[in-house]
Each structure stands twice: as structure tokens, then as C-alpha cells.
């Protein structure tokens, strides 16, 4: 097309300026080849290759096969690069691919050796078997025969490659179709034909010019015959069960519905198909909320990692016909979100981007006809889901003529909250109806049998497993422990009480850790620095040692040594004294002995070894099974993912680790692009065990999973429902493997009598609302009543308590939690968006040591530093950027409050802060930006 456009555009000059930019865009073989200077040499069958093999090849890390591929431009390894950087390696890996296919001969033997560099042995063996380069040129002159030869290899290993009968076969669209299938895009751009340009214009032509000539059309330009044909428009029909038919029926009615359903029993689908519904009908199909205005749908979700998947599901049966836009936190920040949302007709975003949008009045709800809660059962307390149900029944309430979406809640299990009764149950699950402002529930009734037929519930399994019998690292630990109390019994003595210096006997309890929290906060507050500077220096250690334990009660010996390892390490880096020198010689004196213990394999963990049999034993019987185990800590995934790969057996799984956007660097946190890209390689088998904390107990959806682990991890009676259901595959097992002395056995015991009473008291509602429907309504308003009567009253405390706290905080300032160093005034705080507390002094950098930190945007403010006092080296908070200019954000529980008349206390978290904070204004902005002088002096140093 590009070629017909530039002969018809007849400028002088344009055949040579073509093959220049050949050139320049790194395709000088190509420009060799035209001018007859290099013989062509048909490189399709290897390109063809990679991109089919690309799901087998998402293990490869981009970043490390560039040194060994001298054939890409810095363009393209500078593209690569950003890539990487921006979205992930699987983004990065499809433009490596695509860039190293358009490079001259040559490139395939560079990227097999690149694998073998980089000990991808398997796969550069495997690609090497079934093409080798030196055959490319015979490849040239009998390309059929040839690309025959390599699709039966192909076949015989599985690969889709002998469905492209032709090159032309292999179409954008088609590439783009199965990379999508496989969790991996398409390359953006096909390489030139090596055909002259005389050929390519002749062929194009004459091909026009003969098929208008025989339909009896006129003749048409190059540039009418280049236009691509109208997008299909047709929808793909959505298969409904009959089950899931009965679970829409009132939603479809235009009702405000919970729908409740198992998990694996296609929730998902039924939204889709009430989404499709609505926003196809007309004012005349419903008789409920969300009419009156253009039809435009919200699905909203409580995890990041759900957000592209939802959006996948919604895709396959809404596109192209309806806008879709995926969003949240991260990418929510790039784009203007009052414009944005408007020109899309369904929206997957998580809930806080609603919120924030809706408190910072960017939208308003009646923007919408549908809202959709996915897992709703968080529409309680202060989740944003009911932030977002508060603003909704409030409108409803004081304007009542004003139009409201339609609201659909998605549910397992809306659980029983601290119920014990019946009664009690049943007021819980009328209170999650007023909290969405439910008229119905839809459950499962009518279809149970078709149900039980295609949603089959996992088997349940507990094993419990006693501890070490000999456990000599918890024996030495605990006594270092006990001299560190006796110590601080005798330097705290004259200003704490003998019944607050002494400890819980059990250190590996939930007691022992509230008494060294509870110490600590009483130590903060004392006048004498250097008796306070002791407890907390001896306090910190407590809490790092009752760690260890918990670690070495989890996982390896080995872990938790090199845990404590790691923590006298960086101690000595940071502002370290001669009360830190002194506990450290704890440490350092019974090392040794530690670590002999962690080396000696009589001491391994029963917990482990019973995990790490049952894990074998089910890949035994079915070597393609997906595993999901869950644990309770980041840490712990930290230790359980190191402990797999140093395991010979267990590497083989590559396991993989997701934890939560939000978790710091320190647990090892995920950018959403990371967690997508590690479900995708779970899905696809790049991953066949993935270890993870609660963020993937909800929703999300691995057709495959087969067996879910919980490793010492139990929740509430509605968490028992969600990770067992993550076992989506027929046959599926979940098995709870738990310490006998922990208590979590009592409590899986406990969760499934609430189970049970769960059940029980959704039957109750069911045939409350089906056999006095009126009587049910009832119900739910005399609740939202209550709801609203209590938030009042909160809200009427909350201005009376911010009189109180502008009087007391008079006159107060901050001082450092660790070295009692002076920090700011308390006046000098300001507050952004309710939840970001910032000091407007440039003086206060004078005060502090400022060390990078990867950019990472939230919303509208960006995070690129991490704040630690200059004395002492405590860490006091971030570096936000907001709105171009730079801002200490600091953490309430690092510091020490001191008022006029020198009293002291602490604050754990900003809402209990004795003290208001304003609202930051443009003054405060603009006097935080960087003069120019600064700026300057900056760039200098």
C-alpha cells in the first residue's frame, strides 16, 4: 500500500528517499536486495516459528538476550528496553521477537546461541530440531516443500504452526488471535516482501483492476483499493446455562440484584450477559434504576490482577461493537478520568479509582445506568465499595427524583460476620442487601441439579502436622531473648513498673508481640533520651527475633537465620551506636552454633516436608496440574518461592510469587503489570505452582487450577469458600496444611460450621423475600435507616473532635522515635486528599537523607524517595511528586509527639493523630516547587 501511494504520489526523488529510509529504520539488507546487491534469502519459516513457539518462550527474560543479539539497532534494543521497564517482560520479549525477525540473515543462529547463553538449553535445542539456518537459502527456492517439512515437526510437538497453509495465511489478525489466547500480543508489524518494487506495484494493480473488471465495478485508485473492510459489528453469541439464566432473571428485570452463586459457576458470564442486555435494550425493557440516559456500565473490583482479566471476559462478547476500558490505580493516573470514562460504554476498574473520581467530583453516579460489584461481599464498614453505596443511597435518599444506576452484586458467599445465632446470620445478610441496596437476591433454586453437573465442589482436605520434635535454633533464640528482657528489666527499672517490664511466658504468641509494642510506645514517651533509646533499640530486636520464630516455624531454619542475618547487617548501616553494638553481640556470639543448626537436615520442618510430598505426589498423578498455595505473609512467599527453587524436584514446577500491588519493595511488591504477566505464564504453564497471599483469593480464574494449597492459612468462613474455589479443574483438591499447636485446625472446624450456618440463613432470606417480599424491603430500609443514623452521629463526633484537636495540637511538634532529634511543627503539616500528610517547610530538607526509589504513580502523585532521619537514620517516610512539586510524606508511628509543656506520646496511625491537619491549597503547592536556582544547584551536586 505504501509503495502504490508514494509511485501515484509521483514526487521526484521518492525511489531513492525509500530506500534511504530503509536505511535509517535498520533494513539495509532489504535495500541491498532491491537494488540487486544481495541475494534474497527467505527468513519466514524461523520467523513463523517464534511467534508460535511464543508461549513456550515467556520464560525468556528479554533484558538478558539482548548482548547476544548484535543484529538489532539501538532503536530497537532502546524500545526493548522501555518496554521492559514500562509493562514487564512479556511485553518487552513480543518486541524482541518482532525486531529480531525484520533483522538481515543471520538473526536465528544469534538467537539460538543467545539461548544457550542464558541456559535456555531445552529451548534452543527443541528450535534448533526443527529448522536449522543453514538450510534457509533451499528454503528460498522450495518454499512449500520446505515449510511442509517444518509443520509436521511442528504438529508432532503440539504446535498449532501446519493451521497456516501459506504466508499469506499467517495475517496480522490471525497472529494477534492466538498470541491473545496465549497471554502474549502480537508483533506490531510484518517485514517487507523482497519482491521489486516494479512486481509489488504491477501485482497490486493488476489484481485491483482484474477483480473490478470481472464484477462489472469501475475501476478503483490505489488508494480506494487499500482501504481495509468495515469492522464485523456481529456480537459472538453468549452460551447460557440454564442455572445461569435463573440467576439473572431479576437483574434482567432492571432490579437492583445480589447474585450469589458458587465460585467456578459463571458469575462472570451472567454479568456479561445482563451488561449486553442493557445496554441493548431500551427504556421500555426495564422497570428499575438506570434508565433515561445513555447506557454506560461500571464493573467494578477489589484486586488489580482481576482487572484485566474481567476485561478479557467482557471483551470476547461485547467487542467491537461496545467501547471497553480497563482501569486502575496505575493506569488511572496517566489519563484524565472525567473525559475518559464518558466515551467508553463499560468500564472494569477497581472500586478506589471510582471513589477518588467521585470524591474529587470528576463523575457522578447518575454518569451511569449500571453498576456491577464484583465479590460484593466487601460492601461493608470502610471498604470503597460502600464508600461508593453511601454516596448512592445518600442521593437517593435527599434527591429523590434524581435517575441512579441499576447495582448488581457478585457473590460466593456473603458470609455471616461475627454471628452466632441464626438470627444473628440472617441480620448480616440483610445488611449487606441494605449496604447495595439489594430488592433481590438470585440464587440457585430451580437448575441445582444442572448445577452440581458442571460446578463440581473441590474435595476438602486437612492434615495436620506436628512440629519439630528437637528444635535446638527456637531453643537458642529464645534465649537470647530472655537475657535481652533481663537487661531491659534492669535499665527501665526506675521508669516502668515491674509488671510492665515482664513478658507473656510464650514468645512465639500473639501476646508476647502486643507486650513489646505496648513497651515500646511507653519507652517513646519518656523525658530521659537515653533510657528511651535503650528500650527502643532493645524493643526492635525483641520484635525481629519473635519473627525469626515465625519463620522458622513456616519454613527453613536457614530462613530465618538468614533473616536475622540480614537485619544485623543493615543495622550496622544505618545510623549504628553503641547501644545497637551491644544487642548485636547476641547475635554474632551464638552465629555459629545457628548456623549449624540450620545446616543439619535432623532439624528440617515437618510442615515442609509434608507440603513438599503432597505437591509431588499430585504432580505424580497428573504432571499438567496447576497448584495455587497460599500463605499468610509476603515473607513468607519470600521464603516458601527461595525454599522451591534451591529444592532439585521442586524447581522443575518454576514456581512463581504473587503478592499485591501495595506491598513494598522490602516484601517484595508487584506492579500490575508484573501480576498479569505472572498469571498469564500460570495459565500457559510457564508457571505450574504459584505461591500467594490473599490477593489471589478471590476471583481470580485458572481454568486449569487443579489444587490449592493453604499452608497454615485460614481465614473467615467466606475466605474457606474463595480459595477452595480457586480449584477450577474437574477432580480439583484443596488441602489445609497446619500445625497441630497453632490452632488454625480448631478454626478450619469452626469456619465450616459458619459454613453451614451461612447456608442456612441465605435459605432463610430467600423465602423472606420470595413469600414476603414487602416484609424484606422492609427490612432493608429500616437497616439503611440505622446506617445512615450512625454515620450522622460519626460525622457530628468527628467535627466536634476536630474543634478538640486544633486546641490540643497548639504549640506541638514532632521529634524522631529513635534519636528524639527535632522534625517539624505540626502547623507545618498539610493534608492531600484526606490521606496524604505532607510537610510544607523546605527547611525540613535540611533535616533529612532522601535515597531514590523506582517512580511508582498512584493516582495523580507519584512516589520517587524514601525519607530517613540525617542523625540517626530512622526511616520517617516518602518523596511524593504532586502536581510538580516534591513533598515529605510522613509515617505517624515514626515519631514521637511533644507539646509545649513537654509531654510525650506516640500515634500509630493519622486518623487517631491528636491533632488537625489542613487541607493543602495552591499557596502550599507552589511555595513547594523547586526555584530555578535550586534546580540548578540540584543538577550541579
Keep these: 500500500g505504501l509503495l502504490v501511494k508514494l509511485q501515484a504520489a509521483g514526487l521526484p526523488g521518492w525511489f531513492q528517499g525509500f530506500l534511504e529510509s530503509l536505511e535509517k529504520s535498520g533494513?539495509?539488507?532489504?535495500?541491498?536486495?532491491?537494488?540487486?546487491?544481495?541475494?534474497?534469502?527467505?527468513?519466514?519459516?524461523?520467523?513463523?516459528?517464534?511467534?508460535?513457539?511464543?508461549?513456550?518462550?515467556?520464560?525468556?527474560?528479554?533484558?538478558?538476550?539482548?548482548?547476544?543479539?548484535?543484529?538489532?539497532?539501538?532503536?530497537?534494543?532502546?524500545?526493548?528496553?522501555?518496554?521492559?521497564?514500562?509493562?514487564?517482560?512479556?511485553?518487552?520479549?513480543?518486541?524482541?521477537?518482532?525486531?529480531?525477525?525484520?533483522?538481515?540473515?543471520?538473526?536465528?543462529?544469534?538467537?539460538?546461541?543467545?539461548?544457550?547463553?542464558?541456559?535456555?538449553?531445552?529451548?534452543?535445542?527443541?528450535?534448533?530440531?526443527?529448522?536449522?539456518?543453514?538450510?534457509?537459502?533451499?528454503?528460498?527456492?522450495?518454499?512449500?516443500?520446505?515449510?511442509?517439512?517444518?509443520?509436521?515437526?511442528?504438529?508432532?510437538?503440539?504446535?498449532?504452526?501446519?493451521?497456516?497453509?501459506?504466508?499469506?495465511?499467517?495475517?496480522?489478525?490471525?497472529?494477534?488471535?492466538?498470541?491473545?489466547t496465549n497471554g502474549v500480543d502480537a508483533p506490531n508489524v510484518e517485514p517487507p516482501e523482497t519482491t521489486t518494487l516494479r512486481e509489488a506495484t504491477e501485482d497490486v494493480n493488476g489484481e485491483v483492476e482484474e477483480k473490478q473488471e470481472d464484477e462489472g465495478f469501475e475501476k478503483a485508485t490505489p488508494l480506494q483499493a487499500s482501504q481495509p473492510h468495515p469492522e464485523q459489528q456481529e456480537l459472538k453469541e453468549i452460551p447460557m446455562r440454564g442455572y445461569q439464566m435463573e440467576l439473572a432473571g431479576q437483574a434482567l428485570k432492571g432490579r437492583n440484584t445480589i447474585i450469589c452463586a458458587p465460585t467456578g459457576s459463571g458469575k462472570t458470564r451472567v454479568a456479561i450477559k445482563v451488561t449486553r442486555e442493557h445496554l441493548e435494550g431500551t427504556e421500555a425493557d426495564v422497570e428499575g434504576a438506570g434508565v433515561g440516559t445513555r447506557r454506560r456500565v461500571v464493573f467494578l473490583v477489589n484486586k488489580v490482577p482481576l482487572v484485566e482479566q474481567?476485561?478479557?471476559?467482557?471483551?470476547?462478547?461485547?467487542?467491537?461493537?461496545?467501547?471497553?476500558?480497563?482501569?486502575?490505580?496505575?493506569?488511572?493516573?496517566?489519563?484524565?478520568?472525567?473525559?475518559?470514562?464518558?466515551?467508553?460504554?463499560?468500564?472494569?476498574?477497581?472500586?478506589?479509582?471510582?471513589?477518588?473520581?467521585?470524591?474529587?467530583?470528576?463523575?457522578?453516579?447518575?454518569?451511569?445506568?449500571?453498576?456491577?460489584?464484583?465479590?460484593?461481599?466487601?460492601?461493608?464498614?470502610?471498604?470503597?465499595?460502600?464508600?461508593?453505596?453511601?454516596?448512592?443511597?445518600?442521593?437517593?435518599?435527599?434527591?429523590?427524583?434524581?435517575?441512579?444506576?441499576?447495582?448488581?452484586?457478585?457473590?460466593?458467599?456473603?458470609?455471616?460476620?461475627?454471628?452466632?445465632?441464626?438470627?444473628?446470620?440472617?441480620?448480616?445478610?440483610?445488611?449487606?442487601?441494605?449496604?447495595?441496596?439489594?430488592?433481590?437476591?438470585?440464587?440457585?433454586?430451580?437448575?441445582?441439579?444442572?448445577?452440581q453437573k458442571f460446578n463440581q465442589k473441590p474435595n476438602e482436605e486437612v492434615k495436620p502436622v506436628s512440629g519439630r520434635r528437637d528444635d535446638p535454633f527456637a531453643t537458642e533464640i529464645n534465649r537470647i531473648m530472655e537475657d535481652i528482657e533481663k537487661s531491659l528489666a534492669t535499665e527501665a527499672s526506675k521508669h516502668l513498673t515491674p509488671g510492665e517490664l515482664k513478658p507473656p511466658r510464650q514468645r512465639d504468641k500473639q501476646p508476647y508481640e502486643q507486650w513489646v509494642v505496648t513497651l515500646a510506645r511507653k519507652a517513646a514517651t519518656l523525658k530521659d533520651d537515653g533510657v528511651s533509646r535503650t528500650i527502643h533499640a532493645a524493643t526492635t530486636h525483641l520484635r525481629k527475633y519473635t519473627d525469626a520464630l515465625a519463620i522458622n516455624a513456616d519454613a527453613r531454619t536457614k530462613d530465618a537465620l538468614q533473616y536475622l542475618d540480614k537485619f544485623m547487617t543493615d543495622l550496622q548501616e544505618e545510623g549504628f551506636d553503641a547501644t545497637d553494638e551491644d544487642l548485636v553481640k547476641h547475635f554474632t556470639e551464638a552465629k555459629q552454633k545457628l548456623q549449624e543448626y540450620a545446616a543439619d537436615p535432623k532439624y528440617s520442618n515437618p510442615k515442609l516436608d509434608q507440603l513438599r510430598h503432597m505437591i509431588l505426589q499430585a504432580y505424580e498423578e497428573k504432571p499438567?496440574?496447576?497448584?495455587?498455595?497460599?500463605?499468610?505473609?509476603?515473607?513468607?512467599?519470600?521464603?516458601?518461592?527461595?525454599?522451591?527453587?534451591?529444592?532439585?524436584?521442586?524447581?522443575?514446577?518454576?514456581?512463581?510469587?504473587?503478592?499485591?500491588?501495595?506491598?513494598?519493595?522490602?516484601?517484595?511488591?508487584?506492579?500490575?503489570?508484573?501480576?498479569?504477566?505472572?498469571?498469564?505464564?500460570?495459565?500457559?504453564?510457564?508457571?505450574?505452582?504459584?505461591?500467594?497471599?490473599?490477593?489471589?483469593?478471590?476471583?481470580?480464574?485458572?481454568?486449569?487450577?487443579?489444587?490449592?494449597?493453604?499452608?497454615?492459612?485460614?481465614?473467615?468462613?467466606?475466605?474457606?469458600?474463595?480459595?477452595?474455589?480457586?480449584?477450577?479443574?474437574?477432580g480439583s483438591k484443596s488441602v489445609l496444611i497446619a500445625g497441630r499447636e497453632g490452632g488454625n485446625v480448631l478454626k478450619e472446624k469452626l469456619n465450616t460450621i459458619r459454613e453451614k450456618l451461612m447456608e442456612?440463613?441465605?435459605?432463610?432470606?430467600?423465602?423472606?423475600?420470595?413469600?414476603?417480599?414487602?416484609?424484606?424491603?422492609?427490612?432493608?430500609?429500616?437497616?439503611?435507616?440505622?446506617?445512615?443514623?450512625?454515620?450522622?452521629?460519626?460525622?457530628?463526633?468527628?467535627?466536634?473532635?476536630?474543634?478538640?484537636?486544633?486546641?490540643?495540637?497548639?504549640?506541638?511538634?514532632?521529634?524522631?522515635?529513635?534519636?528524639?532529634?527535632?522534625?517539624?511543627?505540626?502547623?507545618?503539616?498539610?493534608?492531600?486528599?484526606?490521606?496524604?500528610?505532607?510537610?510544607?517547610?523546605?527547611?525540613?530538607?535540611?533535616?533529612?537523607?532522601?535515597?531514590?526509589?523506582p517512580p511508582k504513580k498512584i493516582d495523580d502523585w507519584e512516589m520517587n524517595g524514601k525519607i530517613y532521619c540525617m542523625n540517626c537514620r530512622q526511616d520517617w517516610g516518602i518523596q511524593m511528586v504532586y502536581r510538580q512539586a516534591s513533598f515529605p510524606t510522613l509515617k505517624i508511628d515514626c515519631f514521637v509527639l511533644e507539646k509545649p509543656d513537654g509531654q510525650r506520646l506516640t500515634c500509630q496511625k493519622w486518623k487517631k493523630a491528636p491533632f488537625e491537619v489542613d487541607d493543602i491549597t495552591p499557596d502550599d503547592i507552589s511555595g513547594m516547587l523547586k526555584t530555578p536556582e535550586e534546580e540548578e544547584e540540584e543538577v550541579d551536586d
Excluded at 460476620?417 to 449496604?435: P, Q, T, Y
Excluded at 524447581?651 to 512463581?656: E, H, M, Q, R, T
Excluded at 440463613?761 to 445512615?788: C, I, P, Y
Aim: a negative charge.
Design 310 to 451: 474481567q476485561c478479557n471476559a467482557f471483551l470476547e462478547y461485547l467487542s467491537p461493537k461496545y467501547e471497553i476500558l480497563p482501569l486502575s490505580g496505575e493506569t488511572a493516573a496517566e489519563i484524565p478520568i472525567g473525559e475518559t470514562l464518558p466515551e467508553h460504554d463499560v468500564i472494569i476498574l477497581t472500586a478506589q479509582v471510582l471513589e477518588n473520581a467521585l470524591r474529587d467530583e470528576l463523575i457522578t453516579l447518575d454518569m451511569f445506568s449500571l453498576l456491577i460489584f464484583d465479590e460484593c461481599h466487601h460492601c461493608q464498614k470502610s471498604d470503597p465499595y460502600n464508600a461508593i453505596m453511601t454516596r448512592y443511597i445518600k442521593q437517593k435518599v435527599e434527591k429523590s427524583g434524581t435517575r441512579l444506576p441499576q447495582i448488581i452484586g457478585l457473590t460466593a458467599s456473603l458470609g455471616v460476620g461475627k454471628a452466632k445465632s441464626l438470627k444473628d446470620a440472617v441480620e448480616h445478610i440483610l445488611k449487606v442487601c441494605a449496604n447495595l441496596d439489594a430488592e433481590w437476591i438470585s440464587m440457585i433454586v430451580e437448575h441445582k441439579v444442572e448445577l
Design 624 to 730: 499438567d496440574s496447576r497448584c495455587l498455595l497460599f500463605c499468610k505473609t509476603r515473607a513468607l512467599t519470600i521464603a516458601l518461592l527461595t525454599w522451591m527453587r534451591e529444592d532439585p524436584s521442586l524447581c522443575k514446577l518454576n514456581p512463581g510469587r504473587l503478592v499485591g500491588a501495595g506491598a513494598s519493595d522490602s516484601t517484595g511488591g508487584m506492579t500490575q503489570h508484573q501480576q498479569v504477566e505472572l498469571l498469564d505464564l500460570f495459565t500457559t504453564g510457564g508457571h505450574k505452582i504459584v505461591i500467594s497471599t490473599s490477593v489471589a483469593e478471590e476471583g481470580i480464574d485458572i481454568a486449569k487450577c487443579n489444587f490449592v494449597f493453604r499452608y497454615d492459612y485460614v481465614g473467615n468462613e467466606i475466605g474457606k469458600v474463595q480459595t477452595r474455589g480457586r480449584g477450577r479443574a474437574e
Design 760 to 853: 442456612k440463613a441465605m435459605n432463610q432470606v430467600w423465602q423472606m423475600q420470595n413469600e414476603t417480599h414487602g416484609d424484606f424491603l422492609k427490612e432493608v430500609r429500616r437497616l439503611q435507616l440505622e446506617s445512615k443514623k450512625d454515620r450522622d452521629l460519626a460525622q457530628a463526633l468527628k467535627e466536634l473532635e476536630k474543634k478538640t484537636k486544633k486546641d490540643f495540637g497548639k504549640g506541638m511538634k514532632l521529634l524522631c522515635l529513635k534519636c528524639k532529634c527535632f522534625v517539624c511543627n505540626v502547623s507545618d503539616f498539610r493534608k492531600i486528599k484526606e490521606n496524604h500528610h505532607v510537610v510544607v517547610d523546605k527547611a525540613f530538607y535540611q533535616r533529612i537523607i532522601i535515597t531514590p526509589h
Design 27 to 180: 533494513y539495509g539488507h532489504i535495500r541491498k536486495i532491491i537494488e540487486g546487491r544481495e541475494e534474497s534469502t527467505d527468513m519466514t519459516v524461523f520467523k513463523r516459528l517464534l511467534q508460535l513457539w511464543a508461549p513456550q518462550l515467556q520464560v525468556v527474560v528479554a533484558m538478558d538476550m539482548l548482548p547476544h543479539l548484535p543484529c538489532l539497532s539501538d532503536q530497537d534494543k532502546e524500545q526493548i528496553e522501555a518496554d521492559n521497564r514500562n509493562y514487564g517482560n512479556s511485553r518487552a520479549l513480543i518486541t524482541l521477537i518482532d525486531r529480531v525477525t525484520r533483522c538481515e540473515p543471520g538473526w536465528y543462529t544469534m538467537f539460538l546461541e543467545g539461548l544457550k547463553r542464558n541456559k535456555y538449553d531445552d529451548l534452543a535445542a527443541e528450535l534448533g530440531d526443527l529448522k536449522t539456518e543453514e538450510e534457509a537459502g533451499a528454503a528460498s527456492d522450495d518454499k512449500d516443500g520446505n515449510k511442509n517439512s517444518v509443520e509436521e515437526k511442528a504438529v508432532a510437538d503440539g504446535s498449532d504452526l501446519a493451521a497456516a497453509d501459506s504466508e499469506d495465511d499467517v495475517t496480522a489478525g490471525s497472529i494477534t488471535e492466538e498470541a491473545a
